[in-house]
């Protein structure tokens, strides 16, 4: 039988985190999400975060502690694009996008760690984007953020691997939500034209990923980037 766990997926109010938390409720695990506006799906505890302030993380995290119990798995999803050329990027274009997708998942598996030290147990998975390793123009702020999960991921597991935690990272290819439905229709068909399996991926082929890391069968994945891509990143 599986072991029911509480998880927290930050980002859950549409999109590939709603998604998520959809697929760990329907395994029978208690999900909290964190979102902005909005909520998660039903069954799940929606609690209110910015996930650029430490501490309304905190007191979300506590909330869910007091609800759900400790949180055992962590989904580090929130992220944003503010795509341009280099040369047109301003500072703030590249450190908001840093603050949300890296200082983000940076503050919110901290404060996971607490209770999962004292567990010893714990799944922590950053979701990343193919683009992490491929690189993308016009995308040197997301790539840089998402590439450097996987510094993030790879160094969690060497200082917290020997105390039943494991952390992995998730490059999701061409998804079908609200970020990619804001490209220009002409570039949406050329990266279709550019994925070998020929279509983008619905967000929940990236959220059975995602229930499949946490569960037993993946105890023995950690430092890993596991693509769902239909082949757009070979090589990762
Ligand atoms: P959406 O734009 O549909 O949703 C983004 C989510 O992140 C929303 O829930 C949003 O909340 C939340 N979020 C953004 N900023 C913050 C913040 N400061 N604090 C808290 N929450 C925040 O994106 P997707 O579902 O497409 O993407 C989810 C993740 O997957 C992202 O990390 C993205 O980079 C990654 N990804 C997506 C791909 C795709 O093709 N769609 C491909 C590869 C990776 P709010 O509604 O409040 O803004």
Redesign the pocket.
């Known amino acids: 039988m599986t072991t029911q766990r509480t998880v927290l997926v ?10 998520i938390a959809e697929e760990f409720l329907a395994q029978g695990h208690r999900v909290a999400v ?5 909520s998660g799906p039903d069954g799940a505890l929606t609690v209110t ?5 430490s501490a309304s993380l905190d007191a979300a995290f506590t909330a869910v502690e007091a609800e759900l119990g400790p949180v055992e798995v962590v989904v ?6 503010r795509d341009t050329l280099l040369m047109r990027m301003s500072d703030d274009d590249f450190t908001d996008v840093i ?3 890296l200082t ?1 998942a940076f503050r919110t598996v901290k404060r996971a760690s607490k209770g999962m030290l004292k567990a010893r147990f714990g799944r922590v998975i950053l ?5 992490g390793l491929l690189g993308s123009a016009g995308q040197v702020n ?1 790539s840089a953020s ?1 590439s450097a999960l996987v510094g993030f991921a790879r160094s969690l597991t060497r200082e917290l691997g020997g105390r039943g935690i494991t952390a992995n990272v998730v ?10 439905a ?1 490209l220009p229709e002409d570039q949406q068909s050329a990266y279709r034209a550019s994925i070998p399996a020929g279509r ?2 619905t ?1 929940q082929e ?1 959220a059975r990923v995602v229930t499949w890391l946490a569960g037993a069968d993946a105890a023995y994945i950690s430092g890993a980037v596991i693509p769902v ?1 239909g082949g757009l990143g070979m090589g990762h």
């Open positions: 930050t980002g859950g109010n549409r999109g590939i985190g709603f998604a964190t979102a902005r506006s909005g975060a910015d996930v650029t302030d580090a999803n929130a992220g944003i694009t603050d949300t997708n983000g979701i990343s984007s193919v683009v997301y998402k490059a999701p290819g061409f998804i079908e939500t609200d970020m990619t804001a983008f991926a967000p990236v891509d």
